[in-house]
T-cell receptor
């Protein structure tokens, strides 16, 4: 089967660093996406990893370890506007051409 | 603004009815994806069309159907509606037919909020 696990909720303080973890067990692996979704709005693309290692994009970084079936999204210098859900999505590839989304991690940034 | 448009933004209807949701992809994108997002569930993939043809199917109910037209816009038809069909329905588009790849992230429309009473 296909399974993606993320913590349901997290809380962090403005200006701090937070790490949101994602573990996956899928029939194959051909890439992992992170999306941000504010309440009632559309998901927006943050990052893509297909090889092991860290991808940095400004305040956001994403890490992948394919052998461990593990990824994390790192958010630095947190701002109030970062309060949102963060969705991890895996592309298993192969016959099924679809993304498998986790249920998302709701991040609350407090002053 | 992702460049993907969806209409209507809100839809309120009764059980047993039929509705049509419409999506126009970003200019140049050939793939359209439909997702359902309920309060207690994550983003559930329904179906993908690529250049007019069905490319991938998720957990789409038989009461639901979709199509992509020659101008690449897509419609999702939901019939015999039930209370449990109340959800946010998102359309997304991407340049190619595959769901993976660094330049193939999906761009999501603003969604249609469907309420079935």
């Amino acid at each position: 089967g296909q399974n993606i696990d993320q913590p349901t909720e997290m809380t962090a303080t403005e200006g701090a660093i937070v790490q949101i973890n994602c573990t996956y067990q899928t029939s194959g692996f051909n890439g992992l996406f992170w999306y941000q979704q504010h309440a009632g709005e559309a998901p927006t693309f943050l990052s893509y990893n297909v090889l092991d290692g860290l991808e940095e994009k400004g305040r956001f970084s994403s890490f992948l370890s394919r052998s461990k079936g593990y990824s994390y999204l790192l958010l630095k210098e947190l701002q109030m506007k970062d309060s949102a859900s963060y969705l991890c999505a895996v592309f298993p590839g192969g016959a099924t051409n679809k993304l498998i989304f986790g249920t998302g991690t709701l991040l609350a940034v407090q002053p | 603004d992702s460049g993907v448009t969806q209409t209507p933004k809100h839809l309120i209807t009764a059980t047993g009815q039929r509705v049509t949701l419409r999506c126009s992809p970003r200019s140049g994108d050939l793939s359209v994806y439909w997702y359902q997002q309920s309060l207690d569930q994550g983003l559930q993939f329904l179906i993908q069309y690529y250049n007019g043809e069905e490319r991938a199917k998720g957990n789409i109910l038989e009461r639901f159907s979709a199509q992509q037209f020659p101008d690449l816009h897509s419609e999702l038809n939901l019939s015999s509606l039930e209370l449990g069909d109340s959800a946010l329905y998102f359309c997304a588009s991407s340049p190619s037919g595959t769901s993976g790849g660094i330049y193939n992230e999906q761009f999501f429309g603003p969604g249609t909020r469907l309420t079935v009473l």
